[in-house]
């Protein structure tokens, strides 16, 4: 330290030369503002980008094998009149626990509950071939992320940034997926019979 101090004073009387105090400002303000940029561009990542438990939905979502298709149909159908949804086209799929509930034609049986552990995706499409954002439905009644009925809501685009985080427990799902005709929630039956 005392090292510092000592040649800090021996140079003091150059630094002070107009040349070098300039050419220090114009060095301290690139420096200072390559930080300020790093800086926003790190929290804006930080703010979108998955993690916790949108990040778990997310992996989960992308691992496509072990599900049956609703209808066990893999194509794409186009969104219905009564989608909250905002892209053209839609596919459902159901993991091993939740396609328990599906019937021989690949539909929701009437009046069931989902058990425990049923992981649900539907998987929004921008155009024919562009698969663009992840909607899920994942019950898990003992995680803090649940809503009443044990489901927690993710909403996570394809390039792993957040739609609506599970965090939020589905405040702008849920009372579009209570209504009439609706089976735990689901409405793939009542739109797409
Ligand atoms: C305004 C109504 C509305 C809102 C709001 C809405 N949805 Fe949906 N959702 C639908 C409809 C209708 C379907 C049936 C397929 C379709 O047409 O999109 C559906 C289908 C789904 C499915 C497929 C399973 C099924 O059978 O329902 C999931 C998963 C889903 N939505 C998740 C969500 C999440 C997560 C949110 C909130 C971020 C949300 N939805 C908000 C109307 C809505």
Redesign the pocket.
């Known amino acids: 330290m005392s090292e510092f101090i000592v040649i800090f004073v021996s140079i003091y009387p150059y630094l002070r030369t107009p040349v070098l105090m300039n050419y220090m400002r114009f060095y301290i303000s690139i420096v200072a503002s390559i930080i300020f940029i790093a800086g926003i561009l790190g929290s804006c990542k930080k703010k979108d980008e998955a993690e916790g438990i949108d990040k778990q939905l997310l992996d989960m979502a992308q691992s496509s094998s072990g599900y049956t298709w609703?209808k066990n149909d893999a194509s794409l159908?186009d969104?219905?009149?009564?989608?909250?949804?905002n892209y053209p086209f839609?596919r459902?799929r159901f993991d091993q626990i939740a396609s328990t509930m599906l019937d021989s034609n690949g539909k929701?049986t009437d009046s069931i509950t989902f058990p425990e552990g049923s992981f649900?995706?539907?998987e929004?499409y921008s155009d024919g071939s562009t698969l663009a954002r992840y909607?899920?439905?994942y019950k898990q009644s003992n995680s803090s992320y649940a809503d009443a009925k044990g489901w927690i809501?993710?909403?996570i685009n394809a390039d792993g940034t957040v739609?609506?985080t599970a965090e939020?427990k589905?405040q702008?799902?849920?009372?579009?997926?209570s209504?009439d005709g609706?089976?735990d929630?689901?409405?793939?039956?009542?739109?797409?019979p």
Do not use: D, R
């Not at 969104?79 to 949804?85: E, W």
């Not at 702008?172 to 997926?177: F, L, M, V």
């Not at 929630?185 to 797409?192: A, D, E, G, H, P």
């Open positions: 609703y159908l969104k219905s009149p009564g989608s909250g949804h839609l459902t929701i649900i995706v539907k929004l909607a899920i439905l809501w993710g909403y739609a609506v939020e589905g702008q799902c849920i009372s579009c997926h209504q609706n089976i929630y689901m409405l793939m039956n009542k739109y797409f």
